[in-house]
């Protein structure tokens, strides 16, 4: 893996920190949906935090040829509320990736044929999709007063697509295999 171009290896960066941001995030809001006495929720927001993880090893490891300590850009939502409102930061902070970040990523590691970035922002861009969509879910149980509805969550540990009460025998975005695949059980 080598990024030759310095606009990428911006972008890898900046998406490193904002993936490691989530990460950190998502447990502090699992946190307070336990308190809230969701638990499903806290599974949810635990399950898509290794995830996010999963996208910053990524992002981290095509970005291997470049050492040094770098000012890193990246959007962070701050805030501590309720259940729901920290679902709508995650749904909110997703859709932004979905729409606006990754998509322009990705064509500038087109554009610079950077094949690691394009494979890592591919990954990210399409499990976001999931993540945002489980979110959205999670929120509409939440505003009428009851847990998200699921019995465990699996993330690929490839790229980081989440299924809820499913482990898929292959993943639909990577290819990865289902023993590639870690549970989150209540």
Known sequence: MMVNN?????NLRSAFGGESQAYQRYRVWSQVAEEDGFPNVALLFEAIAFA????ASNHFEAHDNIEGD??????????????????????????????QMYPSYYLVAKDQDEKDALKSFHYALEAEKTHSKLYSEARDSVENDADYDLEYVS?????????????????PICGA???DFEEFRD
């Open 52 to 55: 996010e993880e999963v996208h």
């Open 70 to 99: 770098f000012l890193v850009a990246s959007g962070a939502g701050f805030g501590i509320g309720s259940t729901s409102e920290n679902l709508e930061g995650a749904i909110a902070g997703e859709n932004f990736e979905v729409e």
């Open 177 to 179: 295999s289902k023993d």
């Open 6 to 10: 310095e606009m990428t290896a911006e």
């Open 155 to 171: 993330v690929c540990t490839v790229c980081g697509h989440t299924v809820k009460d499913d482990t898929p025998d292959k993943c």
